[in-house]
């Protein structure tokens, strides 16, 4: 079992990313879903990007660390993010020496933006989709993220952004069974 802190996207924690959050709970994981913003909820991306720009991106990340301190357990953990959830994700997975692994959801920043390189021993799996639209400037960071943590870039077929948060309409049921099987085998072996 293993200890995991899930940081939803753009239109906050939606019925979708509790889903997701509970197929890791019947795999026997305790999960953690911070609401970064507060009970708030977005019905579009741009909303939600919105809302985040005026609070302040570095507000919303801060806000995800935080969440990482204020957990009950103690010792290593997971963090997955998806979309504006990878900032918190990513932030924490390079400068939180008890992070195991870090998956990064339709998004990606540059290494650089939160440490001067990619911890050791720290696992990274990133999935983004073909044909996204809002994670197209991401890929390069992507794939630096996945050179340098020696971690995996999956690219999945399809043009949605939101694809595992079944709530949304770009949900696709085979992209995220294959991403939660792949975060499952992190889980057990990261």
């Not at 913003?37 to 570095?58: K, L, M, W």
Request: glycine share 10%; net charge negative; charged share 25%.
């Amino acid at each position: 079992m293993s200890d995991v802190i899930v940081f939803h996207h753009a239109l906050g924690v939606t019925p979708g990313v509790e889903a997701f959050a509970d197929r890791l709970r019947a795999a026997g994981h305790r999960v953690l879903v911070p609401d970064l913003f507060g009970g708030r909820r977005f019905d579009s991306i741009e909303e939600g990007v919105a809302y985040a720009g005026d609070v302040g991106f570095d507000v919303i990340t801060e806000r995800g660390v935080a969440s990482a301190r204020d957990r009950e357990v103690t010792g290593g953990y997971f963090v997955v993010g998806f979309s504006l959830g990878v900032l918190p994700a990513q932030k924490l997975a390079q400068t939180d020496p008890e992070v195991r692994g870090a998956v990064l959801c339709h998004a990606a920043v540059p290494v650089t933006v939160f440490a001067e390189r990619w911890p050791d021993g720290v696992a990274a799996q990133l999935h983004l989709v073909e044909d996204d639209p809002w994670a197209a400037e991401d890929l390069e960071a992507a794939r630096e993220v996945a050179a340098a943590s020696g971690g995996n870039l999956h690219l999945h077929p399809g043009a949605g952004h939101l694809v595992a948060d079944i709530s949304h309409p770009d949900f696709d049921s085979d992209v995220a069974d294959r991403i939660v099987e792949r975060v499952l085998d992190l889980l057990v072996t990261g």
